[in-house]
C-alpha cells in the first residue's frame, strides 16, 4: 500500500513573512571551501584575499590537518591596495609555483573577497590569463566568497555557478537526475541505492568528486536540489534546459522521503516500488530519532537567519521532534525552491526574512525559547545570558541528509538541551 505523502496532510502556507533590513551577523562566502575542498579533491581554492580572510579559514578549519591542503590565500597586501604593486603579477607567481608543486591539480577556483572587490580585480580576465599561461589542462573558475556580496552558504551556490558554463551539453534528451548541492559521500551512496533499487537512473552529482568531469546538462535534465541555498546555480542549469522537480530537502525520514518520491513521481514509478525502497531505512530513522524525540518534544526552538537552512530544519523540528516553532528565520526566502517546506510547516509558523539582528535578539530574549539556532557571533552572548543553543554552521558541515542520518541530525538539536541536563543532575 502506498503512504500518502506529508503535503496531503497540511494547508498551503500563507502566513505572512516579517521582512527584515538591518545589521546581520553572518559568515562571508569564504566559508564554504571548508566543505566544497573535501568533495572535489582535485580542485584548489585560492583565496584573492587579505591576512584577515586567510586567518578566518585556518580558524574556522582549525581542527583539520592536511598533508595537502586544498586551499590557500593570495594575500593583498596593503600596497596593493594603494595600487602600487601589480596583485595581478602576485597571483601569477602564487598559480606558477602551486602547479608546480602540485601538477595533480585540474582546477583552480580563484575566489574573490572584500579586499579583491575593493582594488576591482578582475578575476575573470585573471583566470584568462592563466588559462593562457597554463593551457587547456588545468581549468581556472573564479568566484566571490566576499562578505560584502554572500552568506557562508552561497558561497557554495556562487562556486557550483561558476561550474555550470563549463559542463558538457547533453547529447539526447532522455532523461537523467542531478543532485545539485554538496552531499558526503557516504550519503551520495545511500541515495544512490535506493533510486537504483526503485529504477531511476542515471544519477549524478553536482559537486561531484571530480572538478573536471562535470556532468552534461541540457533537455532531459531533472534536477534535485539537495541543499536550500544552490538557487542561482539551478537557474543557471534551467537556463540550459534543465527541469527542477519542486520538493522538500532530504532532512529528516519525512524530507528524504518526499524528496524520493518528488523524483519517483516524475520518472512514473509506482509508489510501491517507493514504499519497499524506502521501508527499511525509514524504520531505522525512526528508531534513531526516538529517544531525541522523547527528549525535545514540546520544547521550543527559535531560528536565527544563518545558512538558509532554517526552513526545513524547522520542518524537521516541528514534524519530525515535536518541537515548538517560536520563530523561523531565513536571510533569504525563494518561494520557488521553498514552497514544498512552506507547504509542510503549515500557515501558523512565524517566519522571517532577512535580518535586524537588534529586534531579533530582542524577540528572542523575551521568549527565552528552550533552544536557539544561530551563528557563532550570537551563541556565546545568548548562553551568557542562560540560553542554550546550537550553532547552525554545525548543520552545514555534518553529514545530515537522509534516512540514515536523521537520528545524527535529530541528536545535533538534542545535544546542547542533554548537556544541560547533565549539569542540572550530575
Ligand atoms: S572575504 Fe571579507 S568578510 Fe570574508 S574574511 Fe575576507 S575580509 Fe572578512
Not at 98 to 107: F, I, N, Q, S, V
Not at 272 to 287: I, M, W
Not at 327 to 341: I, K, N, S, W, Y
Amino acid at each position: 500500500m502506498s503512504t500518502p505523502l506529508p503535503m496531503a496532510e497540511t494547508e498551503a502556507c500563507d502566513a505572512p513573512v516579517l521582512k527584515e533590513r538591518g545589521q546581520h551577523e553572518v559568515f562571508c562566502g569564504l566559508t564554504g571551501i571548508l566543505w566544497l575542498h573535501r568533495k572535489m579533491q582535485d580542485a584548489f581554492f585560492l583565496i584573492v584575499g587579505s591576512r584577515t580572510c586567510a586567518h578566518l579559514m585556518q580558524s574556522a578549519a582549525g581542527v583539520m590537518i592536511f598533508a595537502q591542503p586544498r586551499f590557500g590565500t593570495a594575500v593583498i597586501e596593503e600596497k596593493d591596495l594603494a595600487g602600487m604593486a601589480d596583485m595581478n603579477a602576485e597571483l601569477d607567481r602564487v598559480v606558477g609555483r602551486l602547479l608546480a608543486r602540485r601538477p595533480e591539480l585540474k582546477t583552480i577556483f580563484l575566489v574573490g573577497s572584500c579586499p579583491s572587490e575593493v582594488i576591482k580585480l578582475d578575476l575573470n580576465r585573471a583566470s584568462e590569463r592563466l588559462t593562457g599561461l597554463h593551457g587547456p589542462d588545468i581549468r581556472f573558475a573564479h568566484y566571490s566568497g566576499s562578505g560584502i556580496e554572500t552568506t557562508f552558504t552561497q558561497g557554495e551556490d556562487a562556486c557550483l555557478n561558476s561550474l555550470v558554463p563549463s559542463m558538457p551539453e547533453k547529447e539526447d534528451d532522455t532523461p537523467d537526475l542531478l543532485v545539485v548541492g554538496t552531499l558526503a559521500e557516504v550519503v551520495e551512496q545511500q541515495m544512490l541505492r535506493i533510486f537504483d533499487q526503485i529504477g531511476l537512473g542515471p544519477v549524478r552529482f553536482l559537486p561531484g568528486k571530480s572538478s573536471r568531469e562535470l556532468p552534461p546538462v541540457g533537455e532531459g535534465t531533472r534536477i534535485l536540489m539537495a541543499q536550500p541555498w544552490v538557487d542561482e546555480t539551478v537557474r543557471s542549469l534551467q537556463s540550459r534546459g534543465a527541469e527542477l522537480i519542486p520538493a522538500a530537502f532530504p532532512y529528516g525520514a519525512e524530507g528524504t522521503e518526499a524528496w524520493i518520491r518528488a523524483a519517483a513521481r516524475r520518472w512514473g514509478i509506482d509508489d510501491a516500488k517507493v514504499d519497499a525502497a524506502v521501508a527499511g531505512p525509514k524504520a531505522r530513522a525512526h528508531t534513531a530519532m526516538a529517544r531525541h524525540r522523547e527528549q525535545l518534544e514540546g520544547k521550543s526552538v527559535f531560528l536565527f537567519p544563518d545558512s538558509q537552512g532554517e526552513l526545513p530544519m524547522a520542518r524537521f523540528l516541528s514534524r519530525e521532534l515535536g518541537m515548538r516553532l517560536i520563530e523561523v528565520g531565513t536571510p533569504h526566502l525563494d518561494r520557488a525552491h521553498m514552497q514544498a517546506e512552506l507547504d509542510l510547516l503549515g500557515p501558523d509558523v512565524k517566519l522571517s526574512e532577512g535580518q535586524d539582528v537588534d529586534r531579533q535578539l530582542d524577540r528572542c530574549r523575551a521568549e527565552r525559547p528552550d533552544l536557539t539556532v544561530c551563528g557563532m557571533g550570537l551563541a556565546n552572548p545568548l548562553e551568557a545570558e542562560g540560553l542554550r543553543t546550537k550553532w547552525s554552521i554545525e548543520l552545514v558541515f555534518t553529514p545530515v541528509q537522509g534516512f540514515e542520518q536523521a537520528g545524527d541530525l535529530a541528536e545535533l538539536f538534542n545535544r546542547p538541551l542533554d548537556r544541560q541536563r547533565r549539569l542540572r543532575f550530575g
